[in-house]
Nanobody
Framework: QVQLVESGGGLVQAGGSLRLSCAAS????????MGWFRQPPGKEREFVAA????????GYADSVKGRFTISRDNARNTVYLQMNSLRPEDTAVYYC????????????????????WGQGTQVTVSS
């Protein structure tokens, strides 16, 4: 049983920062692709950022490049999303996701590469 638990969401003013955390348990975290997705109100879930198991390769959606940073601590089984210069259009439910422990160094942006999902955490950015 894989469990992913997100934390760190909340309400912030435009231009502010938040740091999301995702704690993984129940299986091998170290060898797994990890990613963040988000679902804005009334829209489909979309890719935000991905990090390969070793952290060597990282990918970002164009909309967050230069503002968001994904990182992971394999010793703590945790992945992070540092979000700076937040905008109202960043408002969404943010989901942590994990792929199978394949030890691949490909930072896959495709939602189909992810097999396990957290419950989501709300991020609201006011203008």
């Amino acid at each position: 049983q894989v469990q992913l638990v997100e934390s760190g969401g909340g309400l912030v003013q435009a231009g502010g920062s938040l740091r999301l955390s995702c704690a993984a348990s129940g299986r091998t975290f170290t060898g797994s692709l990890m990613g963040w997705f988000r679902q804005p109100p009334g829209k489909e879930r979309e890719f935000v950022a991905a990090i390969s198991w070793s952290g060597i390769n990282i990918g970002y959606a164009d909309s967050v490049k230069g503002r968001f940073t994904i990182s992971r601590d394999n010793a703590r089984n945790t992945v992070y999303l540092q979000m700076n210069s937040l905008r109202p259009e960043d408002t969404a439910v943010y989901y942590c996701a994990a792929g199978r422990p394949l030890y691949s160094n490909y930072a896959d942006i495709n939602i189909n590469a992810y097999n396990y999902w957290g419950q989501g955490t709300q991020v609201t950015v006011s203008s």
